[in-house]
């Protein structure tokens, strides 16, 4: 059974860092396109950033130069590292596996909130 | 970039057919992938390449795709489809709808 377990939300500072984890289960990370999407209190789905299998990564301008995407190949993890956050960053952040072929989120995790505030 | 247009919310009777829209320049060359995201809940998957559904996903839920708007069908509406619906396309990454409130009444 394919699963996404996050962890590593919390309440940071302006300009603080924080990084995210999410375990994936039942299928392997570094053979999957995998994605960060945020969603912001109210608001709608954002997307943030995706990693290729080759490792190339692509970021949304919003977050581009503050945030970077990695993955652990021996613990089947994907890290999102967020730095110099901004209060607009505040958001539930959901990693999610890309369908490669037609580009689509076919497995979500459950979502961890990152609150941004002094 | 690309842009996706949906209404803000789409009212349905109780067992009557919803059909929630999504707007894009030409989106009928693009594949079109449908979301539902209930309240406190991660979005899931309902609908992908325009209309194909998940093995999990009920047969009420169905989608079409052409010209410059794709549509997510929802027949005899539950009360459980009540949810914020979201529509995607990649260009050059992913690309969301604003996100459509769908009530039962």
């Known amino acids: 059974e394919v699963q996404l377990v996050q962890s590593g939300g919390g309440l940071i500072q302006p300009g603080g860092s924080l990084r995210l984890s999410c375990a994936a289960s039942?299928?392997?990370?570094?053979?999957?396109?995998m994605s960060w999407v945020r969603q912001a209190p109210g608001k709608g789905l954002e997307w943030v950033s995706v990693i290729y299998t080759a490792g190339d990564t692509s970021f949304a301008d919003s977050v581009k130069g503050r945030f970077t995407v990695s993955r652990d190949n021996s613990k089947n993890t994907l890290f999102l590292q967020m730095n110099s956050l901004r209060a607009e960053d505040t958001a539930v952040y959901y990693c999610?596996?890309?369908?490669?072929?037609?580009?689509?989120?076919?497995?979500w995790g459950q979502g961890t909130l990152v609150t941004v505030s002094s | 970039s690309y842009e996706l247009t949906q209404p803000l919310s789409v009212s349905v009777a109780l067992g009557q057919t919803a059909r929630i829209t999504c707007g894009g320049n030409n989106i009928g060359s693009q594949n079109v992938h449908w979301y539902q995201q209930k309240p406190g809940q991660a979005p899931v998957m309902v609908i992908y390449r325009d209309n194909n559904r998940p093995s999990r996903i009920p047969e009420r839920f169905s989608g079409s795709n052409s010209g410059n708007t794709a549509t997510l069908t929802i027949n005899r509406a539950q009360a459980g489809d009540e949810a914020d619906y979201y529509c995607q396309v990649w260009d050059s990454s992913a690309v969301f709808g604003g996100g459509t409130k769908l009530t039962v009444l």
């Open positions: 999610a596996r890309i369908q490669d072929t037609f580009n689509y989120f076919d497995y």
């Open positions: 039942g299928f392997t990370v570094s053979t999957n396109y």
